[in-house]
């Protein structure tokens, strides 16, 4: 230790051996910063990058010795023989680059340390080559002691320090690299030198071709150039990493900002960085919050921040806010490298919005939108629970049905606002009159019940009474006017089981509706029979098309003036095998209500066309149309593809509306008539006089001719304000220009009254009754075709 203490204090110049440990320094740090770098680097170009941390580190390690060789100062002419000296320098910077690349091996275990090894043995090689060169005029011996410690210095000194290096997080662990790599370089040469003893002779020569002492300052100069230009580039990258890195969190941050869910990175539990968001939440700005502690705002119980327990599932918390109160909120925690530090990120979900939406859906999934009451599946299940309590006690439970009488029409002619308005003023003003034990539900439409614990009857009656009352009282004049029926089913009276109780309750509200509306019925066992006749005549008709048991008759339309007939009605009718003749007014309101008329429409519509074709005379067709029809989609289409189908001209096409079909939706029925029009098609009133707003639908729809109802020719005889109205209609269709046909003509008193008003046509008994149209052969096809029939039959 004394010789080298001796060595480098006696023999050496302060101020080049400083210039040598400032190159080193140099070069230590842009050695290792290059590493770094090329470590980021892909792997195309990684070689690159370490060639260059090698040509660094190795010009440094190179330029160190001899610098500190210039530094030593033997009393005695000395010089650099030149092949050697190159070769320290191809060694200095060939180990100094393996021994980079091994550092940064993937595959090599103790990559790091073992390239750090190598890197002290490159030293070592550059050091005694170098020593090789120096040419002296006397011997040099070596102490072996010393020579070994110096080959440990560099070997053990390097391997700590690319390690420590690469494993650094911030730049105190690069400097600690750095200055291993300093001293490995240092102490390796100045121990080494401390081995050496010169003895003078001077019999020993310089070769004339060995390098003096300024030219090598001179590559020495060149070799700390090199480091200098290299030490820039490493600076320039570490200036453009910092950028990169501040961009890049500027734009996370930025990112984060824009998440809608807070967002917080924390260590342990301090918050590192928060975002916008979760700033909001909290009620702070989202700067402040560096440096909190996150157990401010979220439960340890809630949270548990350590290495093994990161929630991989959506955890719901309560979020303490900095005014007070809290948010329920849900989390989900992942671990993340942040500042090359291991730190959790924190998604903060707030569940205000979806706790109300779960509210809404669970107050959806057991009321009714619109009205707030119960629906089906909630009144079904307190029926239910109901019935058990009855059955335990010994009580009796009655089932109110109520349904809103003509609700239809109020849609129809208010629109479905009104509608709406007027279900929930009959769910408020109905609930208004119910106990806590009792309970009110709309099950669909305008159809509402009520659950009614009771210990007689007649309670159910009194409810029904009170209801019909305060709905009949409660009147707004400017308001649709409310009417109900209800029907009562009473437990265990009637049925001791929900489906049939409430079956029970709606044929008892079945017979209140038939029986005058605007009142209440209690269930009777003969109702049961009256409903489930209902559902077989439904059921039957359904099928008495396909059967054959539907077949088309024909009344004649005649001019009053001359008697002449210029058309058919067709009208339907229906010959059940059981029940006979079915009535027309009882199957047609069915077929309407059951959809059955959509299919039964279109074959009397086809039927009746097809049969019209056939006949010599051009003669008119009227057929009926329902409302449900005239507002089926593509009604228009199937009227067109029947005239098509059957060969019938259109103008033959007389198709018949009531006023009531026009008022469901009038906008379609408009575009729906407007479009048959355009086929060539003619349109009728039906029914005129009968329904409603006649005029401003005369004005509103494309008619060709208007249909007095038969119930104010029946009375122009005996009646002045019937023949009043009739001679107003005929004045009304000579003032539009549209022909009248009187229907329900049956006494020649009637016909002469039509004719003295001028009326253009006429329907009824009179002029002939509706039959098969073969009876009209005559008409259809001309008399001889009739006689030649005639013939064949005889």
């Known amino acids: 230790m004394l010789k080298i203490v001796g060595c480098f204090t006696e023999a050496h110049d302060f101020w080049l051996v400083g210039l040598a440990a400032l190159t080193c320094a140099v070069s230590a740090i842009t050695c290792i910063e290059l590493l770094r770098h090329a470590r980021k680097a892909p ?11 090698a040509m660094a580190g190795g010009s440094g390690i190179w330029a160190t010795h001899f610098i500190a060789m210039l530094a030593f100062e033997p009393n005695m002419p000395s010089a650099y023989e030149l092949g050697l000296t190159g070769l320290s320098l191809v060694y200095a910077i060939a180990l100094t680059g393996l021994g980079l690349a091994m550092a940064l091996s993937a595959v090599l275990p103790f990559g790091a340390a073992l390239g750090g090894v190598v890197l002290g043995v490159g030293i070592a090689a550059m050091h005694y080559t170098g020593m090789a060169a120096f040419e002296i005029a006397g011997h040099i011996e070596w102490d072996p002691v010393l020579v070994a410690v110096s080959l440990a210095c560099g070997a053990v000194l390097g391997g700590a320090a690319l390690p420590v290096a690469l494993s650094a997080k911030d730049w105190r662990g690069r400097m600690l690299g750095a200055v291993l790599l300093l001293v490995a370089i240092c102490s390796h040469h100045f121990v080494a030198m401390g081995a050496v003893t010169i003895v003078p002779d001077p019999a020993v020569s310089i070769s004339a071709s060995a390098i003096p002492a300024r030219w090598l300052a001179m590559g020495i100069a060149l070799a700390s150039l090199t480091i200098l230009a290299l030490a820039g580039a490493a600076l320039v990258l570490d200036i453009r990493d910092r950028r990169q890195l501040e961009l890049t969190r500027e734009r996370l941050h930025s990112l984060a900002n824009a998440a809608v869910e807070g967002l917080v990175v924390c260590r342990g539990d301090v918050i590192v960085s ?49 005014e007070g109160g809290t948010i329920p909120v849900e989390l989900i925690v992942r671990p993340v490298t942040y500042g090359n530090k291991p730190h959790y990120a924190i998604a903060v979900r707030d569940l205000r919005a979806r706790r109300k939406a779960e509210g809404q859906i669970e107050f959806l999934a057991h009321h009714d939108a619109l009205t707030g009451l119960a629906n089906r599946a909630s009144f079904n299940q307190r029926l239910d629970q109901e019935l058990k309590l009855a059955q335990a006690t010994g009580g009796k439970l009655a089932v109110l049905c109520l349904d809103l009488d003509r609700f239809k029409e109020v849609n129809d002619l208010f629109g479905h606002a009104a509608g709406d308005a007027m279900l929930v003023t009959v769910a408020n003003t109905i609930s208004a009159l119910l106990g806590e034990s009792q309970l009110m539900a709309r099950l669909g439409g305008d159809e509402f019940a009520v659950i009614l614990p009771c210990s007689e009857a007649v309670a159910a009656g009194r409810l029904a009474e009170q209801i019909l009352d305060v709905l009949d009282n409660d009147q707004d004049g400017a308001a649709p006017v409310i009417a109900t029926s209800v029907g009562i089913a009473v437990y265990p009276d009637d049925a001791d089981e929900r489906a049939l109780l409430l079956s029970y309750a709606d044929t008892a509200l079945y017979r209140a509706k038939s029986e005058g509306r605007g009142t209440y019925r209690f269930f009777e066992p003969k109702m049961g029979v009256q409903v489930r006749e209902r559902r077989l005549l439904e059921h039957d008709m359904r099928h008495a098309v396909a059967r054959g048991e539907m077949h088309l008759v024909y009344q004649p339309q005649t001019d009053v003036k001359d008697g002449a007939v210029i058309g058919f009605e067709v009208l339907l009718r229906w010959q059940h095998p059981q029940r006979g003749a079915a009535s027309p007014a009882m199957f047609i309101p069915i077929a309407e209500e059951s959809g059955a008329i959509l299919q039964i429409g279109e074959w009397v519509l086809r039927e009746a066309c097809r049969e019209a074709a056939t006949w010599t005379n051009p003669l008119k067709i009227a057929v009926n149309v329902s409302g449900v029809q005239l507002h089926a989609p593509h009604f228009a289409q199937l009227v067109h593809e029947v005239l098509f189908q059957t060969g019938l001209k259109p103008e033959r096409l007389e198709i018949e509306i009531t006023e009531t079909a026009l008022i469901r939706d009038p906008g379609r029925a408009q575009s729906t008539l407007r479009q048959l029009k355009a086929l060539g098609v003619r349109i009728a009133m039906d029914d005129f006089g009968t329904g409603y707003s006649s005029l401003s639908n005369l004005r509103a729809y494309p008619f060709d001719k208007i249909k007095i109802d038969s119930s104010f020719i029946r009375a122009v005889d005996d009646n002045e304000q019937a023949a009043a109205i009739v001679r107003s209609v005929l004045g009304l269709g000579r003032g539009l220009g549209l022909p009248v046909l009187a229907e329900g003509v049956e006494t020649q008193a009637q016909l002469s009254f039509l004719a003295e008003e001028k009326c253009h046509a006429a329907q009824g008994y009179l002029m002939g009754r509706p039959a098969r149209i073969d009876a009209f052969t005559a008409l259809t096809h001309g008399a001889a075709a009739a006689a030649s029939e005639g013939a064949l039959v005889a």
């Open 43 to 53: 792997l195309r170009i990684r070689a690159i990058w370490l060639a260059v941390a």
């Open 274 to 322: 928060a975002n916008n968001s979760f700033g909001r939440l909290v009620g702070l700005d989202a700067g402040s919050l560096s440096g909190t502690a996150l157990s401010r705002f979220l439960p340890a119980s809630a949270l548990r921040i350590a290495p093994d327990d990161a929630i991989e599932q959506p955890v719901e918390a309560e979020l303490s806010c900095a």
